[in-house]
């Protein structure tokens, strides 16, 4: 086992970390997040902190859901329950405040994103031609060159060195008569399947203070704290055209914490019409986050070796984000909704200490070749046919935060022993949900479905296809409220 301090974040952890769910109340959700201009949610002060301003009562919202997604692998669960939500606004009427009507203050907690997820897939498109070895003998035979191994050579490079492949491809010895070292190669692959679970989640906490003037103005600022605890394993499986099995699992595991600010302003531009917007921004978040990965390596059900990193610190910070919604509404007994939020990527960055080290240099401008801007569109609709009775329905298309041709690349030196990656494409999210109020008590339950489609590559090689995999799960949740 070789344990060293050294890095292992690149773009496709970059995207994840800052990408989000659309989770909070079960309204919330209903309404598919589209609260930025109408408010009147606790979950809005996580997006438009100006929404909580909206409030003239005191409310207070707890709420559990179910997360069902593809069947488990690796021993985890493909569903879990979860706390997504559990938020208080408390509303003070301003007396004698002039044009100032309310002043506001809330703590709200969202899993703002749940990382759970399996998949089980073949590699397709191998044709006996591919297989993972070519990419891991490339690094080897440069780690080799330049006496300085990375975990995924230095832990491969026995396999080869046992006699199981050498350079002119027949098995047998990686030096000649003369003791001229022949260099590394892989074989072929006939097969391969490839087994993921991911678990996990971030947590985010606002806290709020927002004002109401006139009942046309809101303005809002919340403070986001955030909790990250992100696992991933997998496991890889090559049958070779030789018949020679080959065995690889990884796991990675990232921990911490980060904090970011985000201000809202909502606006009724006319006076008797019930027509609203809203704009709101927010910060990077700024994170200290942990890391510390391993692997281990088997051929032919023999085990050749294990490694793993020492827990290592940096600083990540995710993009800004842009918003602008709209809202309108028809008496008490209709709403809707719209919003558009945007963020770029590709400026993403990691740091150390404040610094980049050259690897961070590296990874740096992988964000920015690999990544792109994200735009979120969120629609939402609220009917209640009665005064105790909602119905809701929304929409979310979450676009690609990845470019065409985008790749993971490991270096030979590098800590990382995952060769696979997968581009994902857009998300849509599609949901529906119920209200009812009985005096001060309300009970709203919501059905989330998303959908989303990817190429997944099981290692870096510019001639294979992708396999297409997808990434659906469903959520049903349920949020107890009281107003007050």
């Known amino acids: 086992m070789m344990t060293g301090v050294i890095t292992a974040q690149d773009s496709y952890d970059a995207a994840n970390l800052a990408t989000k769910d659309l989770n909070g109340t079960a309204r919330y959700v209903g309404m598919g997040g589209a609260l930025g201009a109408l408010g009147g949610d606790v979950s809005v002060m996580g997006t438009n902190p100006a929404g909580a301003a909206m409030f003239r009562k005191t409310d207070a919202a707890l709420t559990f859901s179910g997360v069902f997604g593809p069947k488990g692998v690796l021993g985890h669960d493909g569903s879990r329950m979860s706390l997504d939500n559990a938020g208080i606004v408390v509303s003070l009427p301003v007396e004698d405040g002039g044009n100032l009507q309310y002043v506001n203050f809330g703590v709200n907690y969202t899993k703002s994103r749940n990382f759970l997820g399996n998949l089980n897939t073949p590699v397709e498109n191998l044709n006996g031609t591919f297989s993972q070895t070519f990419q891991i003998a490339g690094l080897a035979n440069t780690a080799y060159d330049n006496d300085k191994f990375g975990m995924l050579a230095d832990m491969s490079s026995p396999l080869y060195e046992n006699g199981v492949r050498t350079k002119d491809g027949i098995v047998g010895e990686t030096e000649d008569a003369d003791g001229n070292f022949l260099g590394y190669a892989g074989l072929p692959a006939a097969a391969a399947n490839y087994q993921r679970s991911t678990y996990g989640s971030t947590s985010q906490v606002d806290m709020n203070v927002s004002f109401n003037v006139l009942d046309k103005y809101f303005f809002g600022a919340s403070v986001g704290l955030y909790d990250v605890n992100y696992n991933r394993e997998s496991f890889y499986q090559e049958l070779g055209t030789d018949g020679i099995t080959y065995d690889f699992s990884n796991w990675y595991n990232t921990d911490g914490s980060g904090i970011d600010f985000k201000l809202g302003f909502i606006c009724r531009p006319i006076d008797d019409s019930p027509f609203r917007f809203g704009l709101n921004v927010s910060t990077p978040v700024w994170y200290r986050l942990e890391d510390v990965n391993g692997s281990m390596l088997y051929i032919n059900d023999n085990y050749i070796d294990n490694q793993s990193t020492d827990p290592y610190q940096y600083n990540y910070r995710t993009p800004w984000k842009f918003g602008a919604s709209l809202g309108y509404t028809v008496g008490n007994y209709f709403a809707v909704g719209a919003e558009y939020e945007y963020q770029d990527l590709s ?133 107890f409220g009281f107003r007050f």
């Open 347 to 479: 400026t993403a960055k990691y740091t150390e200490n404040g610094h980049e080290t050259a690897y961070m240099i590296t990874q740096n401008k992988f964000i920015e070749d690999n990544l792109q801007g994200q735009s979120t569109l969120k629609l939402g609709m609220e009917v209640k046919p009665s005064s105790a009775f909602s119905i809701r329905c929304g929409y979310n298309y979450v676009s690609s935060p990845f470019k065409n041709n985008a790749y993971r690349i490991i270096a030979f030196d590098s800590p990382f022993t995952e060769t696979d990656f997968t581009n994902w494409k857009a998300t849509n999210r599609f949901t529906v949900g119920l209200g009812y109020r009985y005096k001060g008590g309300y009970v709203d339950v919501a059905y989330q479905y998303s959908a989303q489609k990817g190429d997944f590559y099981a290692f870096d090689e510019v001639d294979l296809k992708p396999t297409e995999i997808e990434n659906n799960r469903s959520q049903l949740m349920c949020t």
